[in-house]
């Protein structure tokens, strides 16, 4: 079964940090570009940042440009979204996602289950 | 580029016909407009890509058309586990992704 695992999240201060991971199983993880994407509470869908296959090409959302840092180890098949300096508007619901084909763009499929992400002191 | 979907909410009854629209505020090249449907406490899950092919899995009453800038969702006969939450989603080269801000389709 293709399926994306995700790890991470919690409960962190304003200005605090926190690693989210995502884990690919069921499909070659170095083929494919991947996608992180969140969703704020009753609200609708925000991308957020891409990485290439290699690592090499990454692209953030202005909203978190400067403070978040996406990467991936395809040794582990796994990918990472490293956040710094988080506001109290960065708290969402956190999906990863794979380019549901071997090139980009793509659509999203599968999506990650999701990590809740709470921002608040 | 914005989507913007409609109706807000789509109030029907199962056994009845939903049809759901994404309107692009530019002309979407190749038809790179996928469907999603999230339900509560679930990730999305994708329904449609390229404007009109359904994902694997995804039952025949699911069906998506249009191109440029008008794009339309339709569930022929609704089944009581189709109500849900809808995007629409242009994919880009990134940072072009748009999502759509969603159609909640509910039980009337």
């Known amino acids: 079964e293709v399926q994306l695992v995700q790890s991470g999240g919690g409960l962190v201060q304003p200005g605090g940090s926190l690693r989210l991971s995502c884990t690919g199983s069921g499909f070659t993880f170095k083929n494919y570009g991947l996608n992180w994407v969140r969703q704020a509470p009753g609200k609708g869908l925000e991308w957020i940042s891409y990485?290439?296959?290699?690592?090499?090409?990454?692209y953030y959302a202005d909203s978190v440009k400067g403070r978040f840092s996406i990467s991936r180890d395809n040794v582990k098949n796994s990918l990472y979204l490293q956040m710094d300096s988080l506001r109290v508007e960065d708290a969402a619901m956190y999906y990863c996602?794979?380019?549901?084909?071997?090139?980009?763009?793509?659509?999203?499929?599968?999506w990650g289950q999701g990590t809740l992400v709470t921002v608040s002191s | 580029l914005v989507l913007t979907q409609s109706p807000g909410t789509l109030s029907l009854s199962p056994g009845e016909r939903a049809t759901l629209y994404c309107r692009a505020s530019q002309n979407i090249v190749s038809s790179y407009l996928a469907w999603y449907q999230q339900k509560p406490g679930q990730a999305p899950r994708l329904l449609i890509y390229g404007a009109s092919t359904r994902a694997t899995g995804i039952p025949d009453r699911f069906s998506g058309s249009g191109s440029g800038t008008d794009f339309t969702l339709t569930i022929s006969r609704l089944e009581p586990e189709d109500f849900a939450v809808f995007f629409c989603?242009?994919?880009?080269?990134?940072?072009?992704?748009?999502f759509g801000q969603g159609t909640k389709l509910e039980i009337k």
């Open positions: 989603h242009h994919y880009a080269t990134p940072p072009q992704n748009t």
């Open positions: 990485i290439d296959t290699s690592g090499f090409t990454i």
């Open positions: 996602a794979r380019v549901g084909q071997l090139w980009s763009p793509g659509w999203f499929d599968p």
